[in-house]
């Protein structure tokens, strides 16, 4: 059997010698406190949970949905107006099985061979992915810790601009937990209005920003629907991870295209998740403060904890990660990674997971309450790996 050229594009999974690690050390009965996958802890709330089940027991609810029901989409509409301030219309709106599944199928939209598009390094590794798939050529702009981990339009040379066919932006970044400004946004949509890129703005994190940080939409801003869409996802503001129910939300001609293609392989996201999503996006928002609460409290256990030990870890302003650069006297994120798991029992992620940029550095998330974050720190200490010279 010969495979297509097309698989050729990706690597190998950056993460299988360690997840194959991981899994011997847990056979072996090995203490582990697992920080890698950014899947959260806590409970989905129990109205959706209710809706799911109700819904799955009416057995119409089994056919093919075939599209968005009238009640999503308007519950979308109603809570970007009431949560975010914007008024968005049902013809805005499409829902895709999670935002990693709509990123990865856009760039067949939007995309031919050979076109450029603009991902932000360190990025969520589907951005990437989309791209090649769609077999567009990546252009990387830097997000590091000169810039404070955001976008810098300015430097992104003319020619480079003029090809693009559309740019992805990411805040509450994932890995790095960096947080937009209206200053940020405002250069973006008019980068993207001069030289006519669309913008996809992955808003995944709205709901986890610390110290006072109010999170909101890309679409909020003037001038944004024309120039871009954002996808926006249930997963960690509601804990339905496993349920994988996003949205694209903007330009409606995108959102045209987009529902288009997935016609073409899928029928419809499964009636009783659409239910389910309908009671989230109808929830008070006192427990998803809450929970934001906790991740803070979270954040500052990793991050001071680790400072105090001597790995000097800066609080990030948003998302349920941590990143930080690797100690000295490693080579690579991976085999400090690996190192780490063996001496400490402590998972994460590595930076060159993330794109080019993201190598020297880890990601932790913050999926352990703080208590159990404390004893992972401990452990670091304790393992004696952060004295390696």
Not at 281 to 293: H, K, S, T
Request: with cysteine.
């Amino acid at each position: 059997m010969e495979f297509s050229r097309r698989m050729q594009r990706f690597g190998d999974e950056v993460f299988l010698a360690l997840d194959e690690r991981k899994r011997a050390l847990e056979r072996e009965g090995k203490k582990l406190y697992n920080l890698s996958i950014g899947t959260p802890d806590f409970v989905p709330p129990l109205a959706v949970r209710k809706a799911l089940a109700e819904a799955a027991m009416d057995p119409d609810n089994w056919k093919y949905a075939l599209r968005d029901t009238d009640e999503l989409l308007e519950a979308v509409c109603a809570y970007y107006a009431r949560r975010f301030g914007v008024a968005i219309t049902p013809d805005q709106v499409a829902s895709c099985y999670g935002s990693q599944e709509g990123i990865g199928h856009i760039g067949l939209v939007l995309c031919d061979e050979g076109d450029t598009v603009l991902l932000p390094s360190p990025c969520y590794p589907v951005f990437i992915a989309g791209a090649m798939m769609a077999g567009a050529e990546p252009w990387y702009y830097p997000m590091t810790a000169e810039t404070g981990f955001l976008p810098r339009v300015s430097d992104i040379p003319e020619e480079v601009a003029r090809r693009a066919k559309y740019m992805v932006v990411s805040l509450p970044s994932n890995p790095m937990g960096s947080v937009g400004t209206p200053e940020v946004y405002r250069e973006i949509i008019d980068f993207a209005k001069h030289w006519d890129i669309l913008i996809l703005h992955d808003n995944a994190y709205s709901d986890i920003l610390y110290d006072g940080l109010e999170g909101g939409s890309f679409l909020s801003y003037e001038g944004a629907a024309e120039v871009g869409c954002e996808f926006f996802s249930l997963s960690k503001s509601f804990n339905l991870t496993g349920a994988r129910i996003s949205f694209l939300i903007g330009r409606r001609d995108v959102v045209a295209a987009f529902r288009k293609l997935r016609s073409q392989i899928d029928f419809g996201m499964f009636l009783p998740l659409q239910k389910a999503a309908v009671a989230a996006l109808r929830e008070p928002r006192e427990p998803v403060l809450r929970q934001r609460d906790d991740y803070e409290a979270r954040r500052n256990a990793l991050c001071d904890g680790l400072s105090s030990i001597g790995w000097e870890t800066p609080r990030n302003a948003g998302s349920m990660f941590v990143y930080t650069k690797i100690p000295d006297g490693y080579a690579t994120s991976a085999e400090f990674c690996l190192a780490l798991m063996e001496r400490a029992g402590v998972v994460c992620t590595p930076g060159s997971g993330f794109g080019p940029l993201g190598e020297g550095y880890v990601r932790f998330a913050l999926v352990l309450p703080p208590e159990e974050l404390k004893k992972a720190v401990r452990a670091i200490d304790e393992s004696g790996i952060l004295k390696k010279a």
